[in-house]
């Protein structure tokens, strides 16, 4: 994910970005306008990077291109 979020903004391109909610706080699913303009952290669990799976930001900057929306499932 991060790699497509960066990808869309260094290319000053906004888009919306959607997901289901980790907690059960609320039901249904969240939706993000991303937009270069505004200020953006990304935490994680971890301090080690992870392993990139080339062929799955791929298909997710495909989809996202195709649909305009980041679809955040099963991540």
Do not use: C
């Not at 994910?1 to 289901?20: A, P």
């Not at 392993?51 to 980041?70: F, P, Q, W």
């Amino acid at each position: 994910m991060k790699i497509v979020v960066g990808t869309k903004l260094r290319r000053q391109e906004s888009f919306m970005m959607s997901w289901i909610p980790g907690d059960d706080s609320r039901d249904g699913r969240l939706t993000a306008w991303i937009h270069p303009s505004i200020p953006l952290v990304l935490a994680f669990d971890s301090v080690e990077p992870i392993h990139v799976d080339a062929e799955r930001v791929s298909r997710m900057m495909n989809s996202l291109n195709a649909h305009g929306e980041l679809l955040i499932e099963d991540m």
